[in-house]
Structure formats: structure tokens, C-alpha cells
């Protein structure tokens, strides 16, 4: 079974197009999140939601929108996209305990490979 | 905020030699330190975690760090590499729930 999917796993598109990501896990986990891994690999943080609840929200252009319909889904919709918008996009999950100690590992979904033509 | 720094870009090594990738972390009242593996075209797998107690943390496939606060390194080693051992490594911490990452050390193991 898998744990954190994504689809889709590749996403060809022209710029100005808008698309979406879906990330679905199946853990029970709380807390979903998007990262980001550019060309040289590196990865950030763009949100984070807790049962539904936006509640991290980095830097990110507002041409990102990340939706959750329940706690075992998070999407990802971009507005107008542009050639910097290529990259990798992972989905996680984890479990946070009602403390709000955020210590537990995140599990990640294989990624949706995204280039903007 | 924390940082997270791995000192190596890419470590080169020959099959069945040990193998030590570096990562110092920004200093922090608390912290919970992680070691992500990602084979090519895959997402990130958890190798091992830090969250408090034996500063030696053992892993899968073989993997063991060492949580050392003085020097605020977490250092991933392995006795012996093997050919599938071949993949990018990130090292990471836990600030607030979102995992800041390192830049990432690809680890090559030629036979």
C-alpha cells in the first residue's frame, strides 16, 4: 500500500497554464505539507496543513494555492505558471502530538515532476 | 532560525569502504535531527532520527549518526558501502513542523 501518493508524477505544461497536484496519504496523519526541490536539489518548505488549517505558509507567490479538503488530502493549484515554477514538488505527512511537538518524521510521496515550457 | 549545513557536495567513495557525511546544525535549546535518503527519481526516505536520549542513533540499511552537541554535528556514517548505497543524502531539523534541509551530499560508491 502506498503511504503518500501524488499524482501526477510528470507535468509538462506552457507558461501561463494553470495546474494542479493531488497528494492523497493514507497514514492517518494530522499534518500535511508541500516542498519544493529546485534544479540543484535543494528543498523548502512552501505550506503546511493541520487538520485542514493552513498553518505554515511561507514565501510563496500567491499564484500558489494549496487546498485540503480533508485530512488526507492536500492539493496544490498554480496560477499562471512561469518558467520558474519548474521543479520537483513533494507532498508529506506526519503525525503531531496534541502538545504541538513537532518531532515526529515526515513521510514523503515520490514527487511530481513539474517543467513549464 | 536553524540552519542546517552539509559540508561535503559530493563524497566519492570505492565498494565496501566506510563512508561519513557531514552535517552541523545551528544551535537550539531542542533539537530533532533527521537523515533523508533519495535515490534517483524517488521521493525522500527516512535513513534515521534524533529526538532525544542515546546520542548514537542507528538506521536502516546499515546507517548510524551521532548526535554531538558541542560540536552541533550530526554526522551519518556507514562501516561498509554497497553499489545501492548510491543516492543524494539531506540531512534536516524540525523547526516548528517544517524540516529545514541542508544543500545535500551525493554519495557515488564505484565498484
Known amino acids: 500500500d502506498t503511504a503518500v501518493s501524488q499524482t501526477p508524477k510528470y507535468l509538462v505544461t506552457q507558461m501561463g497554464n494553470d495546474k494542479s497536484i493531488k497528494c492523497e496519504q493514507n497514514?492517518?496523519?494530522?499534518?500535511m505539507y508541500w516542498y519544493k526541490q529546485d534544479s540543484k536539489k535543494f528543498l523548502k518548505i512552501m505550506f503546511s496543513?493541520?487538520?485542514?488549517?493552513?498553518?505554515i505558509n511561507e514565501t510563496v507567490p500567491n499564484r500558489f494555492s494549496p487546498k485540503s479538503p480533508d485530512k488526507a488530502h492536500l492539493n496544490l493549484h498554480i496560477n499562471s505558471l512561469e518558467l520558474g515554477d519548474s521543479a520537483v514538488y513533494f507532498c508529506?505527512?506526519?503525525?503531531?502530538?496534541?502538545?504541538?511537538?513537532?518531532?515526529?518524521?515526515?513521510?514523503f510521496g515520490p514527487g511530481t515532476r513539474l517543467t513549464v515550457t | 532560525a536553524q540552519s542546517v549545513t552539509q559540508l561535503d557536495s559530493q563524497v566519492p567513495v570505492f565498494e565496501e569502504a566506510p563512508v561519513e557525511l557531514r552535517c552541523n546544525y545551528s544551535?537550539?535549546?531542542?533539537?530533532?535531527l533527521f537523515w533523508y535518503v533519495q535515490y534517483p527519481n524517488q521521493g525522500l526516505q527516512l535513513l534515521l532520527k534524533?529526538?532525544?536520549?542515546?546520542?548514537l542513533v542507528k538506521g536502516i540499511n546499515g546507517f548510524e549518526a551521532e548526535f554531538n552537541k558541542s560540536q552541533t554535528s550530526f554526522h551519518l556514517r556507514k562501516p561498509s558501502v554497497h553499489i545501492s548505497d548510491t543516492a543524494e543524502y539531506f540531512c534536516?531539523?524540525?523547526?516548528?513542523?517544517?524540516?529545514?534541509f541542508g544543500q545535500g551530499t551525493e554519495l557515488s560508491v564505484k565498484p
Open positions: 508529506a505527512s506526519s503525525q503531531v502530538r496534541a502538545s504541538g511537538i513537532y518531532a515526529y518524521e515526515q513521510y
Open positions: 497514514l492517518g496523519h494530522d499534518t
Open positions: 496543513y493541520n487538520n485542514k488549517e493552513l498553518i
Open positions: 544551535s537550539s535549546v531542542s533539537v530533532y
Open positions: 534524533y529526538l532525544s536520549g542515546s546520542t
Open positions: 534536516a531539523v524540525n523547526q516548528g513542523g517544517k524540516l529545514i
